[in-house]
């Protein structure tokens, strides 16, 4: 991809919560996009509807393109209620994807995978840390990862899994654990946290993980895999009364034992991120909080 290519990069999961802000950057900034949604979408919010599971509609969907953002997977609920859509989308929808760019020469494919790849371990998490995954979804991102790069191996469609961590936003989903912990907060109940409470997470706001998806896009040199995170530890329970003084509430707070939770903390290492992309500074957790204030109060 360079400035004077003309084609669209293709975004799948365009309407999700990345993928909304990923497409709002591209356009911004006046490079071509064609937005994909999910087999379901209205093609009034995007341009095309793609169902991962159709080797036809990729087939469609990657033509033409100088680049590919792959965002689309199935997750949240619907990823532990339906584990088979879940493998078929996240591992094989990926695969299926990175071949049909491979066989129309799109030079660039950066698939949006996640750190939930990496086992409970303790210390900062590196790229080449241990990998344990964790439930179907983040099995099926990981698979993605290794389908991907097998598909895209010697060919000219270079093939980069970004691991992202913790993502927040104004608009994030219900699920998500700055807006539940919010919406807790805001109600009056009790956030039960699984110990150890001082457990740390990294936490990256959704217009700083767009704003790294674009770069990647035409970083001179990519690694196979790059974390995407802050590399700053917030404890949940600090996270959780940050957004209680913010949003002027108190915060109720329990720990309890629960059998199987991470028990390490889960904080990138962003040396090869910081490498590749010097540039890049992200946004501090109070500036994303400020934003959370201003809507609450709103």
Same mark, same amino acid.
Request: with cysteine; glycine share 8%; aromatic share 4%.
């Given at each position: 991809m360079n400035d004077a290519d003309a084609r669209?990069?293709?975004?799948?999961?365009?309407?999700?919560?990345?993928?909304?802000?990923?497409?709002?950057?591209?356009?911004?900034?006046?490079?071509?996009?064609r937005a994909a949604g999910g087999p379901t979408a209205s093609l009034h919010a995007v341009d095309l509807a793609l169902d991962l599971r159709s080797e036809a509609q990729i087939t469609a969907a990657v033509r033409d393109t100088a680049a590919v953002i792959h965002l689309a997977a199935v997750g949240g609920p619907q990823s532990m209620h339906d584990t088979v859509l879940t493998t078929d989308v996240n591992a094989l929808g990926t695969q299926r994807l990175a071949r049909a760019a491979r066989q129309a020469g799109v030079?660039?494919?950066?698939? /949006?995978?996640?750190?939930?790849?990496?086992? +409970?371990v303790p210390g900062r998490l590196e790229e080449r840390a241990t990998l344990g995954p964790r439930?179907?979804?983040?099995?099926?991102?990981?698979?993605?990862?290794?389908?991907?790069?097998?598909?895209?191996?010697?060919?000219?469609?270079?093939?980069?899994?970004?691991?992202?961590?913790?993502?927040?936003?104004?608009?994030?989903p219900a699920e998500n654990i700055v807006s539940r912990f919010s919406a807790m907060i805001a109600t009056g109940e009790t956030i039960r946290?699984? =110990?150890?409470?001082?457990? =740390?997470? +990294?936490?990256?706001?959704? +217009?700083?993980?767009?704003?790294? !998806?674009?770069?990647?896009?035409v970083a001179p040199k990519l690694p196979p895999v790059v974390n995407v995170g802050?590399?700053?530890?917030?404890?949940?329970?600090?996270?959780?009364?940050?957004?209680? !003084?913010?949003?002027?509430?108190?915060?109720?707070?329990?720990?309890?034992?629960?059998?199987?939770?991470?028990?390490?903390?889960?904080?990138? /290492?962003?040396?090869?991120?910081?490498?590749?992309?010097?540039?890049? =500074?992200?946004?501090?957790?109070?500036?994303?909080? +400020?934003?959370?204030?201003?809507?609450? /109060? /709103?």
């Amino acid at each position: 991809m360079n400035d004077a290519d003309a084609r669209p990069v293709l975004v799948t999961g365009a309407t999700g919560f990345l993928g909304r802000a990923v497409v709002r950057r591209l356009r911004r900034a006046g490079v071509p996009v064609r937005a994909a949604g999910g087999p379901t979408a209205s093609l009034h919010a995007v341009d095309l509807a793609l169902d991962l599971r159709s080797e036809a509609q990729i087939t469609a969907a990657v033509r033409d393109t100088a680049a590919v953002i792959h965002l689309a997977a199935v997750g949240g609920p619907q990823s532990m209620h339906d584990t088979v859509l879940t493998t078929d989308v996240n591992a094989l929808g990926t695969q299926r994807l990175a071949r049909a760019a491979r066989q129309a020469g799109v030079p660039r494919l950066l698939y /949006a995978s996640t750190h939930a790849v990496y086992a +409970d371990v303790p210390g900062r998490l590196e790229e080449r840390a241990t990998l344990g995954p964790r439930g179907v979804y983040a099995a099926a991102k990981l698979s993605g990862e290794w389908l991907a790069a097998a598909e895209c191996a010697g060919s000219l469609t270079l093939c980069t899994a970004a691991r992202l961590f913790n993502l927040y936003g104004a608009d994030a989903p219900a699920e998500n654990i700055v807006s539940r912990f919010s919406a807790m907060i805001a109600t009056g109940e009790t956030i039960r946290l699984s =110990a150890p409470a001082g457990r =740390a997470i +990294d936490l990256l706001h959704v +217009d700083d993980a767009a704003t790294v !998806m674009i770069a990647l896009l035409v970083a001179p040199k990519l690694p196979p895999v790059v974390n995407v995170g802050t590399g700053t530890a917030t404890s949940l329970d600090a996270l959780a009364r940050q957004i209680a !003084m913010h949003i002027d509430r108190p915060a109720l707070l329990e720990v309890i034992d629960v059998p199987g939770a991470y028990v390490h903390d889960r904080v990138a /290492a962003v040396e090869l991120l910081t490498a590749v992309l010097p540039a890049f =500074a992200p946004r501090t957790l109070q500036y994303g909080l +400020d934003h959370l204030r201003a809507r609450h /109060a /709103a």
